[in-house]
């Protein structure tokens, strides 16, 4: 119960940071990484780590898993900002530009401006600020010519890596295996 009760108020307060931070075009990288750790890898984290408790797993399984479900946690949300802008709206269950609408500052975004030139970096700065879908075309383009992408992805490889090597504590068996391909298909439903 600790465990899920300080999950739960972590989560909260990602939430939070995460609203206060809607239409903030001036959003750090670092920022950023802890408002996706508080909200989404919070939950695969307390997830993991109470598995890990249920099973009787050993102070450094424990550990372990606790940080497997951290960096798969990453992994995925920042897949899931990557498929924002390059999604299926079909397979995904939300449409491409669905966080620049509401005025979510993603890494895609914040790597961009920080590419960009100047013009660039106005034009997402307003968009974020605004909300919407009006400058999604031009977004798209300069998101894609930035690299943002490509940038994102290998962030989220990154910890799709580091969660797999957490499972180095647990002994071979099918459920490790399983582990193992869970961080895999983290980091490819990028088509």
Known sequence: MS??????AVIAEG????LTNVKNPDLSESQYMEVIHNKTAMLFE???????????????????LRDYGKHLGLAFQLVDD???YRGDAEAMGKNVGDDLAEGKTT??????????????RQLIRQAIRKGGLDDLHAILQIV????????TMAKAREQATLAAAC??????SDHRNAMTLLADLAVSRVS
Do not use: C, F
């Not at 939430?15 to 995460?18: F, P």
């Not at 307390?46 to 372990?64: P, Y």
């Open 15 to 18: 939430e939070v940071m995460q």
């Open 167 to 172: 499972l180095d504590a647990l002994p071979a």
């Open 3 to 8: 465990v899920l009760s300080r999950a739960t």
């Open 46 to 64: 307390a997830a993991s780590h109470t598995g890990a408790l249920l099973a009787g797993a050993s102070n450094d399984q424990e550990i372990a």
């Open 82 to 84: 990557v498929l924002d």
């Open 107 to 120: 890494l895609p975004l914040i790597y961009a401006m920080e590419k960009g030139v100047e013009s660039e």
């Open 144 to 151: 894609d010519r930035s690299g943002a992408l490509e940038y």
